[in-house]
């Protein structure tokens, strides 16, 4: 079974208004942390925003920010405000577990990507 | 610091050779992550180190693949023999544990590796 879904493999937004790309997860593990990434067409990857199991608070960074839905087990990335700059791959990923030294836990799964393209 | 390094960014080889992927992770960092990215998969993790030691390789497609840590500053992955569905990009990430919860992982820029 897939640990990370994104079930949007493009979608379009017009410049300045907000848009939300989609991630479920699924895991046992009480302890995980979700994350977001960034991968524009030159290639690297960069990441944007952090979610942890036990933040009580959805996380933001300036205009990404994550919608968190514990019981549902999303983790959605509302991006306000997009910019032309914002058109990219978008990777939603997971790690299970806290990451102890010495411990097998550590792995970070991706999903597979959403293409957003801003239109101006 | 400089970041994750990867070299060569590009590789062309021909079917059968030996490639060899080289990755510096960021100093202090002690987790080190191969990932290998293709249209059809997508990102996959194929093997992640913790103290230059492997946690888990189950993501190694084949007994072509394998990967080292010889010490906290330099990892490889070497195909042989290299096979045209190997052509990928394949990235290299680290990450450390921050007040031992998770915590991102920084990525290099990548080797872009294409099988003839």
């Known amino acids: 079974a897939q640990k990370i879904t994104q079930t949007q493999p493009g979608m379009f937004v017009q410049e300045k208004e907000a848009v939300t790309l989609d991630c479920t997860y699924d895991t046992s593990d009480p302890s995980y942390g979700l994350f977001w990434y960034k991968q524009p067409s030159s290639g690297e990857m960069i990441f944007l925003i952090y979610q942890g199991s036990y933040d009580q608070q959805n996380a933001t960074e300036g205009r990404y920010s994550l919608n968190f839905q514990k019981a549902r087990k999303s983790a959605n990335l509302v991006i306000s405000a997009s910019q032309l700059g914002d058109s990219a791959m978008y990777f939603c990923?997971?790690?299970?577990?806290?990451?102890?030294?010495?411990?097998?836990?550590?792995?970070?799964?991706f999903g597979k990507g959403t293409k957003l393209s801003v239109k101006p | 610091d400089a970041g994750v390094i990867q070299s060569p960014r590009h590789e062309v080889t021909e079917m059968g050779q030996e490639v060899t992927l080289r990755c510096k992770p960021i100093?202090?960092?002690?987790?080190l992550f191969w990932y290998r990215q293709t249209m059809m998969r997508g990102l996959e993790l194929l093997i992640y180190f913790n103290n230059n030691v492997p946690i888990d390789d189950s993501g190694m497609p084949e007994d072509r693949f394998s990967a080292k840590m010889p010490n906290a500053s330099f990892s490889t992955l070497k195909i042989q023999p290299s096979e045209p569905r190997d052509s990928a990009v394949y990235f290299c990430?680290?990450?450390?544990?921050?007040?031992?919860?998770?915590?991102?992982?920084?990525f290099g820029q990548g080797t872009r590796l294409t099988v003839v």
């Open positions: 990923a997971m790690r299970e577990g806290p990451m102890n030294y010495g411990g097998s836990q550590g792995n970070l799964i």
């Open positions: 100093s202090g960092h002690d987790y």
């Open positions: 990430a680290s990450s450390f544990p921050r007040d031992r919860t998770n915590t991102e992982a920084f």
